[in-house]
């Protein structure tokens, strides 16, 4: 099994292309650290040459599925040794490619859009994808800087783009603390219908949103719930700057 980190595998890598912007890799050694030797099944939506499915199949050495996506009926030529990877060609937003996927596994660990870029694909991406990932699980947006790009469909004013939607999950991660004020769907509605908000959205499926230069990164909580802050833990004895009562809003 190699352990060599995700920046020398891509770095030294031979055989079929893989593109990836270089703040990627060290970024996806710390994110993916904790998965490296687990059972993991992953899915790339958009692979192109494929090379990035090698470099996957590298670094998680104990993953027991890796599927690859991609709408360019070229990548049905793509072949692999590594019985683990897998090619799906058509469209991931499609019903054909969804069901050739989710015949494969309905059980993800991480999924990976580096598909189109565009802003509703990659938002309808995140909603047919992300209840797949299992409790824990990683899902991330690359070439996020795309969202930006009216080409793209995007625009940084543009509050029907992707990344638009995507502040809005920032939110709801924090649902508890204004919930008496607004519900979820009214709050979303720029996105869905009142009752087409995804059901995981209200359940508390997301833990948490991360964004950096071109990459999003969202994670699936353990467990559904809006209540995320957990018990309040407040220790000692001495009380000599301020005896607040137990009535502070914060903590220290």
């Given amino acids: 099994m190699s352990f060599a980190s995700i920046n020398e595998i891509h770095r030294r890598k031979t055989g079929k292309v893989s593109d990836k912007w270089a703040s990627y890799l060290p970024y996806y050694d710390q994110l993916f650290a904790p998965l490296r030797e687990q059972p993991i099944q992953l899915l790339e939506i958009g692979v192109q040459n494929g090379g990035s499915l090698e470099t996957w199949a590298e670094y998680f050495g104990a993953a027991t599925t890796l599927i690859g996506c991609d709408i360019d009926p070229k990548c049905a030529g793509l072949r692999y040794t590594d019985p683990r990877v897998q090619i799906v060609v058509g469209d991931a937003n499609q019903r054909p490619a969804f069901q050739a996927i989710t015949a494969i596994t309905t059980a993800l660990d991480v999924v990976i859009d580096d598909g189109s870029h565009v802003s509703r694909d990659v938002i309808n991406s995140f909603i047919n994808y992300f209840p797949l990932l299992q409790p824990g699980g990683i899902y991330v947006v690359e070439d996020a800087h795309c969202l930006y790009m009216d080409a793209y469909g995007g625009g940084v004013l543009n509050e029907y783009g992707a990344y638009a939607f995507f502040k809005r999950l920032v939110d ?81």
């Fill in 172 to 252: 709801i991660v924090s649902f508890e603390f204004w919930e008496n004020d607004l519900g979820i769907a009214p709050f979303l509605r720029t996105f869905f219908e009142a009752r087409a908000v995804p059901a995981f959205i209200g359940q508390g499926w997301i833990e948490s949103v991360e964004f950096r230069n071109s990459i999003i990164t969202i994670r699936k909580a353990q467990s559904p719930t809006h209540k995320k802050l957990g018990e309040r833990l407040t220790v000692g004895d001495q009380t000599l700057v301020q005896d607040w009562g137990g009535n502070r809003p914060g903590a220290a």
